[in-house]
């Protein structure tokens, strides 16, 4: 257990439905991304928060998903209108920020356990 | 933008036998971090390397980054049953002066381990 949570762990939804995640960072990480994990694929990024700042979005992130953090704290991941092409492992890490530049505590991020969504 | 490939996509090996992973970015890096998740399981940090050329251990594991920052390795001598999983290679940018951690994964290298 890293420390980070994410609910639900499994989400089974039909098309056209929306869906939505949650993700408890460590309490002390100021920063979080979300990645979307495919089977066989390696995690693929697709927003990042610093603090409530959501500072960068994939192109990935089509119009239907939008991220929130609204006190800086925990994050919301909406996927609207889901389609079938959504169902993967949406994964949430956080990091501090700390640290020396280039050191462990800098960079290491902490994953969540994952939502398993499954599009009908 | 930037992508990451590594190989091989699988590797079968006899307990004992000697296992390598390697990870290849088509851009300049400021980092590369490896991360191993087991089945079922989610990525787990097991180092960052920095320097041009730098070479760390964790006991039976030895990861390598390249001197042009653009190409690293995993390697892990006489694997063990515990070994198994997929290992990802994941690359940092500072490309256009940001620097917010965004990592690009490596498609992952599935590890099995035969007793």
């Known amino acids: 257990d890293t420390g980070v949570s994410q609910n639900p762990r499994h989400k089974i939804t039909k098309r056209g439905q929306n869906v939505t995640f949650r993700c408890d960072p460590i309490s002390e990480h100021n920063r979080l991304y979300w990645y979307r994990q495919t089977l066989g694929q390696g995690p693929e990024f697709l927003t990042y928060?610093?603090?409530?700042?959501?500072?960068?979005k994939s192109r990935l992130l089509s119009d239907r998903f939008s991220a929130e953090r609204p006190k800086g704290s925990f994050s919301t991941l909406e996927i609207q209108r889901t389609e079938q092409g959504d169902s993967a492992m949406y994964l949430c890490?956080?990091?501090?920020?700390?640290?020396?530049?280039?050191?462990?505590?800098?960079?290491?991020?902490?994953f969540g356990p994952g939502t398993r969504l499954t599009v009908l | 933008g930037q992508q990451v490939m590594q190989i091989p996509q699988y590797q079968h090996v006899q307990e004992g036998e000697d296992f390598t992973t390697y990870c290849n970015s088509s851009t300049t890096l400021s980092n590369i971090q490896w991360y191993k998740q087991r089945p079922g399981g989610h990525p787990v940090f097991l180092i960052q390397?920095?320097?041009?050329?730098e070479v760390k251990k964790q006991k039976r594991l030895t990861f390598q980054f390249g001197e042009a920052k653009k190409n690293s390795s995993l390697h892990i001598t006489a694997t063990q049953t515990t070994d198994v999983g997929t290992y990802f290679c994941?690359?940092?940018?500072?490309?256009?002066?940001?620097?917010?951690?965004?990592?690009?994964f490596g498609q992952g290298t599935i590890l099995t381990v035969h007793p």
């Open positions: 390397l920095v320097k041009s050329g």
């Open positions: 928060f610093q603090n409530e700042a959501q500072l960068e």
């Open positions: 994941a690359g940092g940018s500072n490309a256009g002066g940001t620097s917010y951690g965004k990592l690009t």
């Open positions: 890490a956080s990091r501090s920020g700390g640290g020396t530049p280039g050191s462990r505590s800098y960079n290491e991020q902490f």
